[in-house]
Structure formats: C-alpha cells, structure tokens
C-alpha cells in the first residue's frame, strides 16, 4: 500500500537575517526567493514548494519580523503575521550565532494557543559551537512551547534533510495544493525582477537605500527560443541615478550581467537583459506599488 498524500503550509518565520531565504531556496532546490547580507531584502510573502514522497510542503518564506517604523515596514511585518495565520506549522528559524534576540523573544511572545504549533530550527550552527548551540537550545525550549527543535545549515545542508523528513510526516493528510513539478506561486516577471533587485542589494549596498523598486515591463518570447526582458529601476532621488549607472554605466552593465546570467539559469535558455533606470519620488508611499507586491498599504 503507498502512504497517503500529505500537504499543508509552513510559514517560516524569524529575525530579519537568519536564513529564510536560504533556508526555503535550499528546500525547493532552486532560487525562489532572494538573498542577502542586508535585511529586509524578503518583501512579500513568497511561497517556494518541494515534494518529499508523497507529502507536498509548501513554504512561505515571510519577511523578517521586526518592529515596524515606516510604511513599507508595517506594510511587510503584517504580511509576515498572515503568512503564520495561513499555515498548518510555523517553522521558527533563530541565528544560532546572535542567539536570542528581542526580534526572536517578540515572535514567541506574540504566538496564541490556537496558532499552528511551532518547530525551532536553530541555523547557522557552521558558525557555533556546540556547547554555545545547547545553552541557546536550553534557554529557547524554557521560553517557547516547541513541536520539536532541529540544529541546522541552510547554507551547508546540514541536519536540514532531518527537519525535511520531520516536517513531511507531520503535515496532515490531504491532496496536494499545487501541480507536482511546481516550486513557486509568484509569476517570473516578479521573480525575474527580485533577481535584479538582489543585484542591486549586493552590488550597491553601502551606497544605496534600500528603497529602490525593480519592474519587469516587457516580456517577450524570440523564435530563436531566447527571451528578452526590459526591467526599470525605480529610484527615490535624482542624485541616486548615477549611483546605479556607474562610471561610464558600469554599474548598471554589471548588475545586468550577473541578474542575466542567474535568470538563464534558472530559465534554461538564453536572456537578453535591458535596464532602465528611472527616477520615482515618494514611490514607497504609492498604494500600487503594495499591490503589486502583494502588500496591504494600510497595514
Ligand atoms: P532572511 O532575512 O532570514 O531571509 O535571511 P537570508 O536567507 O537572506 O540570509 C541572510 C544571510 O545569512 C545571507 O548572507 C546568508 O548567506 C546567510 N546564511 C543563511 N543561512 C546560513 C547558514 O546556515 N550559515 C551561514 N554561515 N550563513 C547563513
Ligand atoms: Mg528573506
């Protein structure tokens, strides 16, 4: 007999920058959500979906919770907070190198009974010690009322096929959400336009906000198989522009290059690339730009 067919959601949830991100991409085995050493990167809620047997795990991957200030900011942490409404098990994720931070007491403190029961996975452990990683386990299971606590690597692997295989029996049964060979819910204009934006974040970060937007405006298909993509680079100031051109538009060439090479990857086929950079002023206090970003501006 074959075991029944399992699903359900899990939101994962944590700091800003404990590995999400990672985490979820590692999981579904291909880049569906974007990374970086800077916070925030994660803006809507974005789901990346695997198979293990016959169990299909859907994960929202939320932005980092953390204490609102600006628009934007609320905008992200109420959409944090619906991701973990949403889901079957929440999988908290703490930076087993910072430990247990305001961000991390908050979460817990702010779960209710009739939440989805929680699962702790303490990540990063590449970077600790072991007698540091069982005080931190300890003082984690004193404050929290976990499922069950997992030690793992996003970035190595490591212990994470332990926290998959748990996580799989313990979804409930029912038939799958999504087509099997699915792996996300966000169309690839979006996620063609995240991968520039990671760009932007990794190549600029010391000299540009984090407020800048990326749009895919054009899409179009070539006879030869190939595909080519027009995006904008919306920036906040005029003064910012020549931030992203660079010297004699270097900058933009080089973001260009290495988002073109990730999307033909990911594609599997040839990407002809065009940025544009353009300036938007106040375009975070633009209710359709939330929108479009699976935001609620009135958050
Ligand atoms: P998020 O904000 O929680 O989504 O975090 P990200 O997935 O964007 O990761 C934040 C940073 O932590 C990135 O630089 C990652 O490469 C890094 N990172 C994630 N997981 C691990 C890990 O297991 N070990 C180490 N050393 N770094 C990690
Ligand atoms: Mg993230």
């Not at 859907?58 to 953390?66: A, K």
């Not at 999504?178 to 996620?191: G, K, T």
């Not at 895919?216 to 005029?238: F, H, K, L, M, N």
């Amino acid at each position: 007999m074959t075991a029944a067919a399992r699903s359900g959601f899990i939101a994962v949830v944590g700091a800003p920058n404990v590995g999400k991100s990672t985490l979820v991409n590692r999981l579904v085995g291909t880049k569906v959500t974007i990374v970086s050493p800077k916070v925030q990167t994660t803006r809507a809620r974005v789901l990346g979906i695997c198979m293990a047997g016959r169990t299909q795990l859907v994960f929202i991957d939320t932005p980092g919770i953390f204490r609102p200030q600006r628009r934007l900011d609320r905008a992200m942490v109420a959409a944090a907070w619906e991701g973990v409404a949403a889901a079957d098990l929440t999988l908290l994720l703490v930076d087993a190198a910072r430990g247990l931070d305001a961000d991390t007491r908050r979460i817990i403190g702010r779960r209710r009974s009739a939440d989805a029961p929680l699962v702790l996975a303490l990540n990063k452990i590449d970077l600790v010690g072991k007698p540091s990683l069982l005080t931190l386990a300890d003082a984690l299971n004193r404050d929290g009322d976990f499922e069950r606590s997992f030690m793992i690597s996003a970035l190595t692997g490591d212990g994470v096929d332990d926290l998959l295989d748990y996580l799989a029996q313990t979804l409930p049964e029912g038939s799958w959400h999504f087509p099997e060979d699915q792996v996300s819910d966000m169309p690839m204009r979006l996620l063609a336009a995240e991968i520039t934006r990671e760009q932007l974040y990794l190549q600029l970060h010391r000299e540009l906000p984090y407020a800048a937007a990326v749009e895919t405006e054009a899409w179009e298909e070539g006879e030869d198989g190939s595909v080519t993509i027009r995006q904008v680079v919306y920036i906040e100031r005029p003064s910012q522009k020549a931030i992203v051109l660079g010297k004699r538009g270097r900058r933009v060439k080089s973001l260009g290059e290495t988002a073109r090479k990730e999307l033909e990857a990911i594609l599997e086929r040839r990407v002809h690339l065009f940025l544009f950079v353009k300036v938007r002023e106040n375009w975070d206090q633009d209710p359709e730009r939330y929108r479009d970003l699976g935001l609620n501006f009135d958050a």
